[in-house]
């Protein structure tokens, strides 16, 4: 199987016209020698400075948008805050008073929320990674206080058990040999 086979055979005989290629700026004949090309090019090359950097970023978007962006990173910001805090709270008075304490509900989370989302800077929103480890302090933290309360206690138990232990082998001889005093008398 050829190629033949596929196109019809006036589509093969068929006499193409040369069509000269052309470009926004010219066609390829305008081109004919190498120093024109190279003229044109060098005629064209644009110098581009650079601005310098004054340290400030510059945002295309309007003050209005960034405004409202800031707005919704500081409410997002605000709601980590406020609910990792009411988990470290919640933990610490529960140790206080060594029962469950109760976290705070809904309004006054709301609340608390739209107190720190005014607190936070409107001009410069707190980076995400700020978030990610106060967040990650704040969950860990609590796992990890939680888990070494719970190794003391195991550890504790563990002594109490070795205690009554001894205290139970102790009482085992004593009562053997109270056995063999009273089969002596």
């Known amino acids: 199987m050829g190629f033949n086979e596929f196109v019809p055979e006036e589509a093969l005989d068929a006499q193409t016209e040369e069509?000269?290629?052309?470009?926004?700026?010219?066609?390829?004949?305008?081109?004919?020698?190498?120093?024109?090309?190279?003229?044109?090019?060098?005629?064209?090359?644009?110098?581009?400075?650079?601005?310098e950097d004054t340290g400030e970023t510059i945002s295309d978007a309007p003050t209005g948008v960034r405004a409202r962006v800031n707005e919704a990173v500081n409410k997002t910001t605000a709601q980590i805050l406020v609910k990792n805090a009411d988990r470290i709270i919640?933990?610490?008075?529960?140790?206080?008073?060594?029962?469950g304490y109760e976290p705070a509900d809904a309004e006054e989370l709301d609340e608390l929320t739209k107190a720190w989302a005014?607190?936070?800077?409107?001009?410069?929103?707190?980076?995400?990674?700020?978030?990610?480890?106060?967040?990650?302090?704040?969950?860990?933290?609590?796992?990890?206080?939680?888990?070494?309360?719970y190794r003391?206690?195991?550890?504790?138990?563990?002594?109490?058990?070795?205690?009554?232990?001894?205290?139970?082998?102790?009482?085992?001889?004593?009562?053997k040999q109270l056995r063999e005093y009273e089969q002596k008398n």
């Open 19 to 51: 069509q000269e290629y052309t470009f926004e700026t010219g066609s390829v004949s305008d081109y004919e020698t190498e120093d024109t090309l190279l003229a044109d090019m060098a005629a064209e090359k644009q110098v581009y400075e650079q601005p």
């Open 90 to 99: 919640t933990f610490i008075m529960g140790m206080i008073i060594k029962e």
């Open 152 to 175: 003391n206690t195991q550890r504790k138990l563990e002594a109490e058990q070795a205690l009554n232990l001894q205290k139970d082998l102790e009482m085992e001889e004593l009562r």
């Open 118 to 149: 005014q607190c936070l800077p409107a001009d410069k929103p707190v980076p995400p990674w700020v978030n990610a480890t106060i967040s990650t302090v704040f969950i860990y933290g609590l796992k990890i206080s939680t888990a070494v309360r």
